[in-house]
C-alpha cells in the first residue's frame, strides 16, 4: 500500500494518523533521552510528486545530538506506508528495516517503544540490511490499520481552529461515498496532500 493508496483508503485521518505516530516516537524517544528533529536533511526523505515538500504520510526523523547515544546523532529513521520504518545510522552503515520479506501487516506500524528498542539494539535481531520489501500490505490486516487510526490525535488544530474529530460530521453530505470528512472531493495526490500546487 503506497501513499497514495493510503490516502485514498482513509482520507485526511491518513495525514492526521501519520501526524500523530511521528509525534509517538519523538516523545517515546525523548523518554529515552534521545532527540529526534522533523527536519530533513538534503538527500534526506522522498519528495513529494512536484519536488516541493517531504510527501505528509511519509516520517523522516533525524537523531540530534543524543549524549546517551552517540552513535545515532545524525541517524535518520524513517517511516512509509510500504516498508515500514527504516534507519539509516549516522556512521554511514547500510539502511536497515524493521518489517523484513517475512513480516505482518502489524509489522509496517509497530508502537513506537518497539521502534526504539529496535533502533537502539534491544530489537537488533528483528533488522534486515537489505531493501527488500516486505511481502505484506499494511491493508493486508485490519487491525494494523486500526492501530494508525489509534495515532490519530482527539483534538487537533486545522488551518488555525482547534476541532475535536469526535465532532466532525462523518456521513457524506450527497450521500455519495466520500472520505472521513464527508468530502467528495477525488483523492489527492501527493501534491495536493501537502498543499502544494
Known sequence: MNNDALFAALGTDAVAAVHGYRLHVIAEAGRRGMRLVNEPLPGVGRRAADG??????????IFDRCPARGDLAG??????????????PGDGAPRRYYAGPSASALDLVPRAASVLDWVTG???????TIPS?????????????????GFVEPRRHVRG????????DR??????????YGSNEPAASATQRSGAG
Do not use: F, Q, Y
Open 52 to 61: 516541493g515538500g517531504i510527501d505528509p504520510l511519509d516520517i523522516r526523523l
Open 75 to 88: 541517524g535518520a529513521l524513517s517511516w512509509t506506508a510500504e516498508h515500514g520504518w527504516s534507519c539509516r
Open 122 to 128: 534491544a530489537g537488533a535481531s528483528r533488522s534486515v
Open 133 to 149: 520489501p516486505p511481502n505484506v500490505e499494511l491493508d493486508d490486516d485490519p487491525d494494523a490499520i486500526k492501530r494508525l487510526l
Open 161 to 168: 481552529r482547534e476541532i475535536s474529530v469526535d465532532s466532525i
Open 171 to 180: 456521513a457524506p453530505r450527497s450521500g455519495r461515498p466520500g472520505n472521513a
